[in-house]
Structures are given as C-alpha cells and as structure tokens.
C-alpha cells in the first residue's frame, strides 16, 4: 500500500530531532501554498498552509516558511515522532484561464524517523 | 462526516477492459477533484468540478479517460479501454470553494488502486 514509489528523496532523523523539508515552487504568480502529509497506503491529508503576503506560519509543532525571492517554501516539524513518518508534499495554488484555479503538487519528500 | 468515499479500494484488470472508478465527496463540498499518483509522475491533477460542472480537464491524459459528475454527490472517472500504462492510484478529493481564487482545503480519499495487466 505505498502511497508513492522508491526514487523520492529520503530525510532520516531522529525521534526528538527537529526536521526541515525543503520545497522549490515553479511559478512566481503563485498566491498560496499548502504542505500535505501522506501515509501508507491513504490520501494526502492537510497539515498547513501559507499566502504569499507571509513569511512564516506556525501551527501545532510544524511551521512553514517562505521565500517568495527564491520561490522556495519548506516544512519545519519539532520534536519528530514516529508517527510523522511520512511522505510530505508542497502544493501551490495556480490561477488559469476563466479566473480559476488548481493545486499542482510537487515531487514529495518521505521523512524517515528512527526511535 | 464519513469524509471521501471512493470505491473500489482494488482494482485488477486486463487490458482492453472497462474500468470505472467512483467517488463520493464530503457533504456540501462544492469541488471534486480526480488525481492520479504514479512513481514516476508524482500526484497529477486530472480533472476538476465546481458545481458539478468540468472546470479544467487538460490533465485528462486521452480520449480514453472521461469523467462525470451527475450531481452533488456522486462522480466517476472512466477508463475505456484500459492499457497496463493506466495503472496508478487514482485518488478523489473534494472541498468547499468560496471564492474562484482558492480551492479550499482539500480532502482526499483513500484512493482506487488500479493495476492493468
């Protein structure tokens, strides 16, 4: 049941160590930005998100940061848990034609965590 | 809330056959989402509904997949005929747009394996 396939880049840590998944972005329109977290076997499930007119946002041990300059958005996770074992995705928001918009997500990035 | 069903969970197949995959969004969630997950693609959006209607469909790979939404409740994405290239995990994700600028909060269901042999 995995949920993607052997080539993502692989971040290993340490249970109690704190973890940055980093994300470049392709399109310097881009408004909004979501991290999403998948495990085994399920769906991508929402952890946080970010508009363009901040920097930084913090929620329950994960904050985001963003650099609109280098289009680059990362994931910082505190205290990493075993259950945080994932594969994390960023995704950013696009606008197209007939003013609407789509969720385009990147390669991913699986975060191993060893008790 | 039972959040996305979609059904079936497996899917065996041979090639050349029919395959439907079905979704039902979270309650009043007004856009529905198919993506398709491969290793070497990552997620890729196929197609979405706002209102039951086809707002974008230039991820549909071909003539050979076709999706529907009939109303608020219920959507398919068909493959006819499959090929062992189609096999993937299709996911469906629905959320509750307000305004056309931002999707909303998507959620996903727990995907449709489909192996084409």
């Known amino acids: 049941g995995e949920s993607v396939g052997l080539h993502l880049p692989t971040l290993s840590v340490q249970e109690g160590d704190n973890s940055i998944i980093n994300c470049a972005y392709s399109?310097?329109?881009?408004?909004?930005f979501i991290w999403y977290k998948q495990e085994s076997g399920k769906g991508p499930q929402f952890i946080i998100d970010?508009?363009?007119?901040?920097d930084k946002r913090q929620g329950q041990r994960v904050t985001v940061l963003l650099n609109k300059t280098v289009k680059h958005l990362s994931l910082q996770i505190a205290a990493t848990q075993p259950g945080d074992s994932a594969v994390y995705f960023c995704?950013?928001?696009?606008?197209?034609?007939?003013?609407?918009?789509?969720?385009?997500f990147g390669a991913g990035t699986r975060l191993a965590v060893h008790p | 809330d039972a959040g996305v069903i979609q059904s079936p969970r497996h899917e065996v197949t041979e090639m050349g056959q029919e395959v439907t995959l079905r979704c039902k969004p979270i309650?009043?969630?007004?856009?529905l989402f198919w993506y398709r997950q491969t290793m070497m693609r990552g997620l890729e959006l196929l197609i979405y509904?706002?209102?039951?209607?086809?707002?974008?469909d230039s991820g549909m790979p071909e003539d050979r997949f076709s999706a529907k939404m009939p109303n608020a409740s219920f959507s398919t994405l068909k493959i006819q005929p499959s090929e062992p290239r189609d096999s993937a995990v299709y996911f469906c994700?629905?959320?509750?747009?307000?305004?056309?600028?931002?999707?909303?909060?998507?959620?996903f269901g727990e995907g449709s394996r489909l192996t084409v042999l």
């Open positions: 994700a629905s959320s509750l747009r307000v305004t056309a600028f931002e999707t909303g909060e998507l959620f």
């Open positions: 995704a950013e928001n696009i606008l197209f034609s007939g003013g609407y918009n789509k969720l385009i």
């Open positions: 399109n310097s329109a881009s408004d909004y």
């Open positions: 509904f706002n209102n039951n209607v086809p707002i974008d």
């Open positions: 309650s009043g969630h007004n856009s």
């Open positions: 970010i508009r363009s007119n901040m």
